[in-house]
T-cell receptor, first 114, second 112 residues
Framework: SAVISQKPSRDICQRGTSLTIQCQVD?????MFWYRQQPGQSLTLIAT?????????ESGFVIDKFPISRPNLTFSTLTVSNMSPEDSSIYLC???????????FGPGTRLTVT | GENVEQHPSTLSVQEGDSAVIKCTYS??????FPWYKQELGKRPQLIID?????GEKKDQRIAVTLNKTAKHFSLHITETQPEDSAVYFC???????????FGGGTRVLVKP
């Protein structure tokens, strides 16, 4: 299974600012995804990070608010832009191999917006 | 799109008893159904999964069953232990490497 790390593990940010979260996988993975998990809630998919092309966003999430980069098969970033307190959440990345169904998660980034 | 519903939202069992969590899905094209365990402050961990060509899968004290006709699948934990206390999520996916749609989660508490 892939080992996934994220940076930072947590941050406290002021409203109106932006934060970029990094996701690193220890092996090449075809698929990478970004999820949001609000306190006590389930996981909601933000977008699929596509290597070499624009990310595919789910309904309710837009590129201007959550720009995503994926320069190669082991790394992706998610930026939370122009933050408001409603963006306070845990953000998780996951990865999976093409042709394999299993997905593994990073440890998450706990974001608090004040 | 896919919709996954999970029940119950909370489950309290005595140590040694069994726990059952049920999920239903809406998209008949879904063919992969994983279960994740998430302990407080930790990442979701894949504990067992099942594909649509299999009706049941077992791994030690945990098992998953799938009823494609009824579009529901269940997680069974036998001989529960305090370390089984966590939030469990079911999910569904339509293809290898495809995105997962999660159920709402079940908070399991195993009382010693």
């Amino acid at each position: 299974s892939a080992v996934i790390s994220q940076k930072p593990s947590r941050d406290i940010c002021q409203r109106g600012t932006s934060l970029t979260i990094q996701c690193q996988v220890d092996s090449q993975v075809t698929m990478m995804f970004w999820y949001r998990q609000q306190p006590g809630q389930s996981l909601t998919l933000i977008a699929t990070a596509n290597q070499g092309s624009e990310a595919t966003y789910e309904s309710g999430f837009v590129i201007d608010k959550f720009p995503i980069s994926r320069p190669n098969l082991t790394f992706s970033t998610l930026t939370v832009s122009n933050m408001s307190p409603e963006d306070s959440s845990i953000y998780l990345c996951s990865g999976g191999q093409g042709g394999s169904y299993e997905q593994y998660f990073g440890p998450g980034t706990r974001l608090t917006v004040t | 799109g896919e919709n996954v519903e999970q029940h119950p939202s909370t489950l309290s069992v005595q140590e040694g008893d069994s726990a059952v969590i049920k999920c239903t899905y809406s998209d008949s094209a879904s063919n992969y159904f994983p279960w994740y365990k998430q302990e407080l402050g930790k990442r979701p961990q894949l504990i067992i999964d099942i594909r649509s060509n299999v009706g049941e899968k077992k791994d030690q004290r945990i098992a998953v069953t799938l009823n494609k006709t009824a579009k529901h699948f269940s997680l069974h934990i036998t001989e529960t232990q305090p370390e089984d206390s966590a939030v469990y999520f079911c999910a569904a996916s339509g293809a290898a490497g495809n995105k997962l749609t999660f159920g709402g989660g079940t908070r399991v508490l195993v009382k010693p």
